[in-house]
């Protein structure tokens, strides 16, 4: 009889966790609850970044990571000014993510395995390029890394640019002396102080101490010695497979336009397409877009605003841009670069 009654418990006891298991992924996959809830999508940013991220003479929200969030809030609301730009630093990424205060974080993160174990933060896919150079203080005459040899260099404690910085050290026997900072901004508050005459991160990172730092930067410039390519990511919480899927083809959208040639200019051509990933990127035929919770003409809405990847890069950071930069790995691979999307259907 006891044997029968603590097989009893125990199957129930079982059906039980197998009922809360099955039922948790839902529970803890909201996917757009917040941000329908709040109104608005909020997007994490890099701290102090005032090329990525900005705010015109009108106080509204520019930039190229501005466009990505932009891009979300035209997706799930039809309109692109439901936003809110969230500055950043790397170790508040993962809490900011668990606690909803941002819905997504635009770079500022480097992916690896201790951000994949360690944090709630997951890649959902690369928004551009970047690469790892140095800003330094100018030395006259100087043609190579040669010039800086045992230079003081500037950089961030336990990060990325550290470890890919210690490999060119020591491949290239340049006997750097590295002062390390716990974030880019005591880093680089050191290096304007001249308390070293490099400093290593991000070249669009860099581009903005050089444009929007106080007086007394004239005598620094961009080196061309690249340390590493890398690629910055979208990243989304890993318990909303959701939102995940909805960004991921969100940004795949705005690439394989441009790879079949929708323009800001041409949108309305496109519109008696009979392609199957034209007519649903388009919205044409709504179910797709319908799937994702989404308004389903929203890319129609988009590319007539801001334009498809290739074109929202032109402005922001190629050669409509001040920057001047050359796309190289942010070109779709049929152009030799590293961009490439899938067909919509």
């Not at 991220?53 to 930039?63: C, F, S, V």
């Not at 990060?159 to 890919?164: Q, T």
């Not at 002062?179 to 860099?206: V, W, Y």
């Not at 041409?266 to 308004?295: A, C, E, T, Y």
């Amino acid at each position: 009889m006891k044997l029968k009654l603590w097989l009893c418990l125990a199957l129930a006891a079982l059906t039980a966790q197998n009922a809360a298991a099955e039922a948790t992924p839902l529970a803890a996959n909201p996917g757009l609850q917040h941000i329908n809830t709040r109104g608005k999508v909020l997007c994490g940013t890099a701290a102090g970044n005032k090329i990525l991220t900005y705010r015109d003479n009108e106080g509204k929200w520019q930039g190229m990571d501005v466009e990505l969030c932009k891009m979300l809030s035209t997706a799930i609301f039809g309109r692109n000014d439901r936003i809110e730009m969230v500055p950043l630093e790397a170790n508040q990424v993962s809490n900011a993510l668990y606690t909803n205060k941002i819905d997504v974080m635009i770079g500022g993160v480097p992916f690896s395995a201790t951000t994949e174990i360690s944090t709630r933060a997951t890649p959902v896919d690369v928004w551009y390029y970047d690469r790892q150079v140095f800003l330094a203080r100018k030395i006259e005459g100087a043609t190579s890394m040669e010039a800086y040899r045992g230079k003081k260099v500037c950089v961030v404690n336990n990060s990325d640019d550290l470890a890919k910085l210690e490999v060119y050290n020591s491949r290239y026997q340049l006997g750097f002396s590295l002062l390390r900072f716990p974030n880019f901004r005591s880093a680089k508050e050191a290096f304007l102080l001249h308390r070293c005459q490099l400093l290593t991160g991000n070249s669009m990172i860099l581009r903005d101490v050089v444009v929007n730092s106080p007086a007394g930067v004239s005598d620094v410039e961009m080196l061309p010695e690249t340390i590493t390519v890398r690629p910055v990511y979208v990243f989304a919480d890993k318990a909303n497979g959701s939102l995940q899927s909805i960004v991921k083809w969100t940004m795949n959208a705005l690439k394989e336009a441009e790879e079949n040639e929708l323009t800001s200019k041409n949108v309305d051509i496109h519109l008696s397409s009979k392609d199957p990933s034209i007519r649903n990127l388009l919205g044409l035929d709504q179910q797709l877009w319908q799937r994702f919770k989404l308004s389903p003409t929203w890319l129609q809405t988009y590319l007539k605003e801001s334009g498809n990847y290739g074109e929202v890069f032109e402005k922001y950071l190629g050669e409509e841009s001040v920057f001047k930069i050359k796309r190289n790995e942010n070109n779709l691979l049929k152009n030799k670069g590293l961009m490439f999307s899938v067909p919509f259907v």
